[in-house]
T-cell receptor, first 114, second 112 residues
Framework: AQRVTQPEKLLSVFKGAPVELKCNYS??????LFWYVQYSRQRLQLLLR??SRESIKGFTADLNKGETSFHLKKPFAQEEDSAMYYC????????????????FGKGTKLSVIP | SQTIHQWPATLVQPVGSPLSLECTVE??????LYWYRQAAGRGLQLLFY??????ISSEVPQNLSASRPQDRQFILSSKKLLLSDSGFYLC???????????FGDGTRLSIL
């Protein structure tokens, strides 16, 4: 069964400090991985996906297949980064598993202290 | 541009009463549609998804049902609510399978 684990419910860092939000997954194969973010009073929205290999708002995430991890990182935290972050997994497109079924972690609340 | 609307934003219902949550998408055709639930202290759980009118797939056995009477309308229903149905319900859409999903604002459902 596929599973996503975010071990930290809450992560507090000072402004300017590095940020790492942890995500580990369980899947028999090579899934697609995503980070979603929900800012206060806003909708849940896609932050980045691993296949894009992009940096959004200074965040990057590297897929480590050996450790089955997809940690989200940012070198210097900003106050506007405070939000709820969710890691999510889906079967790869080539798997023919059907619709785009996302499995979410429980989320980590990031609080950036001024 | 595409938009998703979900209502109501909050709902308080007694145990045993019926439920109807509605979700509509504008600016696109034949989207994939999804219903998620987030119970207290838990992650988002996929309840139903639909790839077309009248096509509903259920991910978990439950007290709820979903319907898609029109291309861009997705309804979550129950005939008799249980206390365990309390939670935060999110509707989402994607242009097609294997495309990122876009979420609505959610409905907070409290069962008394």
């Amino acid at each position: 069964a596929q599973r996503v684990t975010q071990p930290e419910k809450l992560l507090s860092v000072f402004k300017g400090a590095p940020v790492e939000l942890k995500c580990n997954y369980s899947y028999s194969g090579s899934p697609e991985l995503f980070w979603y973010v929900q800012y206060s009073r806003q909708r849940l929205q896609l932050l980045l996906r691993h296949i894009s290999r992009e940096s959004i708002k200074g965040f990057t995430a590297d897929l480590n297949k050996g450790e089955t991890s997809f940690h989200l990182k940012k070198p210097f935290a900003q106050e506007e980064d405070s939000a709820m972050y969710y890691c999510a997994l889906s079967p790869p497109a080539y798997s023919g598993a059907g619709s785009y079924q996302l499995t979410f972690g429980k989320g980590t609340k990031l609080s950036v202290i001024p | 541009s595409q938009t998703i609307h979900q209502w109501p934003a909050t709902l308080v219902q007694p145990v045993g009463s019926p439920l109807s949550l509605e979700c509509t998408v504008e600016g696109t055709s034949n989207p994939n549609l999804y219903w998620y639930r987030q119970a207290a202290g838990r992650g988002l759980q996929l309840l139903f998804y639909s790839v077309g009118i009248g096509q509903i797939s259920s991910e978990v056995p439950q007290n709820l049902s979903a319907s898609r009477p029109q291309d861009r309308q997705f309804i979550l229903s129950s005939k008799k609510l249980l206390l365990s149905d309390s939670g935060f319900y999110l509707c989402a859409w994607s242009p097609s399978s294997y495309q990122p999903q876009h979420f609505g604002d959610g409905t907070r459902l409290s069962i008394l």
